[in-house]
């Protein structure tokens, strides 16, 4: 299917947002489609991990937690692995992103993807330590701002969120310019914020409302049918300490725990649509690639009149 959608282009702030929902509308069905092949094995080892962590605590409940190092290992194999999946994860959604407005189609599947991955999978490993460094060196300032800014009146919490999502898309933008090959990995943290400080404003409270509303829609996803589930199983069967020693029970719980990772997964990714919008954005301001398009289309007028 063809996306009828304007990558190359620079944008104001509710057109970022109202693009952003365009370009979903187009390929949502394609977008779960292709993702969700790619995260059927690890969910299932998520859903693992967790069984097999429910069962050792129910198995170690009356040890003390010196005695019981194997739900510590465990616990700690969790973590790794959801930290893993999300890079995992996010790089799969900039290769989704990158394939979806070279070929202006939907006409490839998730191999495409994965190969896209592999193939720089260098890059994205050189460019995590340059990002680890530097938000090593940014990380005081950072702090700093962010207390200054907490204690703005009624805005405070706002204006911390809209700060740490500018961050964010900060990292992700130099990472695709180093991805695409404008500049090195050294200098891609310095020189992105180059080009996005000319609009810094339109890019995080764009970044931070889609943010937001996906948050608020992840909260209805996870609390209203937490809260349904909870008061069907509490009338019918009774959270009895037996019903979570019972395989239903430590089930039931892997199975809602795989269901939130999910929803996490799949929440990052959707940023790293509109992060991409973003980046397109910043790379028309700063490069404009499709500037011999403008004087061939204007060409074009010109000789029409």
């Known amino acids: 299917m063809e996306v009828d959608f304007e990558f190359r282009k620079e944008r104001k702030l ?31 080892l998520m859903l ?6 429910t069962t050792k605590i129910n198995l170690t409940s009356n040890e003390s937690w ?25 790089g799969l959604a900039i290769e989704y992103f990158i394939l979806l407005k070279n070929r202006r189609q939907t006409d490839f599947d998730s191999r495409d993807v994965w190969q896209g ?27 700093f701002a962010m207390i200054v800014v907490m204690f703005i009146p009624l805005v405070g919490n706002f ?13 992700f933008c130099a990472l695709l310019f180093y991805r695409e090959g404008y500049v090195s990995a050294t200098n891609s943290i310095q020189q992105s914020f180059n080009i996005l400080k000319k609009k810094i404003i339109d890019y995080s409270m764009s970044a931070y409302v889609v943010s937001l509303v996906f948050q608020m829609l992840l909260l209805m996803l996870t609390l209203i ?11 019918t069967i009774g959270f009895e300490q037996t019903f979570f020693d019972s395989v239903f029970g ?10 939130l990772v999910l929803l996490y997964i799949v929440y990052y990714m959707f940023t790293v649509l509109v992060s991409g919008i973003i980046y397109e954005s910043a790379k ?14 204007l060409g074009k007028e010109e000789n029409e009149h």
Not at 66 to 90: K, P, Q, R
Not at 250 to 259: C, D
């Open 14 to 44: 509710g057109e970022i947002v109202q693009d952003f929902i365009n370009l979903l509308r187009q390929i949502l069905q394609h977008f779960f489609q292709t993702i969700l092949k790619l995260a059927i094995l690890p969910l299932c």
């Open 48 to 53: 693992i991990l967790i069984y097999y962590g």
């Open 66 to 90: 010196i005695d019981s190092l194997d739900i510590i290992l465990i616990g700690v194999a969790v973590v790794i692995t959801l930290l893993l999946v999300s890079m995992v994860f996010f």
């Open 117 to 143: 991955f592999v193939a720089n999978l260098g890059k994205y490993l050189k460019f995590l330590l340059v990002s680890i460094v530097a938000s090593i060196i940014l990380f005081i300032p950072l702090m």
């Open 159 to 171: 204006a911390v969120g809209i700060l740490t999502t500018f961050v964010g898309v900060w990292f």
């Open 225 to 235: 049918p937490s809260l349904i589930i909870g008061l069907i199983a509490y009338n």
């Open 250 to 259: 430590r089930l039931f719980t892997a199975l809602g725990g795989v269901l």
């Open 284 to 297: 028309e301001m700063a490069y404009g690639e499709d500037l011999y398009e403008k004087i061939e289309n």
